[in-house]
């Protein structure tokens, strides 16, 4: 959606924050080795939900950095906080998209990555009070609370 938005100009995005995100591609990531089963679930997923993409797991709509996606100069927000979990499928493909974002000469925000040690995907779900997923939720406020100090009056 912050692309679409940017892409279309409908808005401006203070920031935006990705827990977990569920990326896929055609390409093996050597995090997809983690739990080839959680993976093919997570591909029948996608084939089930856009039954009509001829692109499969390249298109833009699950692969951002996909041939032909929009170029993410567009992201219409000026900072992203991407949250991985170490035992995650989609890891790799986290830490892809902000790798592309720090290299994307034309978008000149801000990009920060948090990764939970010894986690899954969707964990904070299952166990919200662990103590990473503590963490996790401490790392996104306080990314909040910085766009939100760059709102104040000076």
Partial sequence: MAMRAGVEELLALRGLVLIHPYF????????????????ERLGRLWRVASPDTTAGEDDPLINPLAAGAPGLEALACGRVLVCVAEDDVLRDRGKAYYDRLLRTGGWRGEAEIWQA???GHRFHLFDPCCGEAVAQDKAIGAFLNRLKTDLAPA
């Fill in 117 to 119: 040690r010894g986690k």
């Fill in 24 to 39: 896929l591609g055609s390409d093996g990531v050597a995090s997809d080795g983690l739990d080839r089963t959680a993976r």
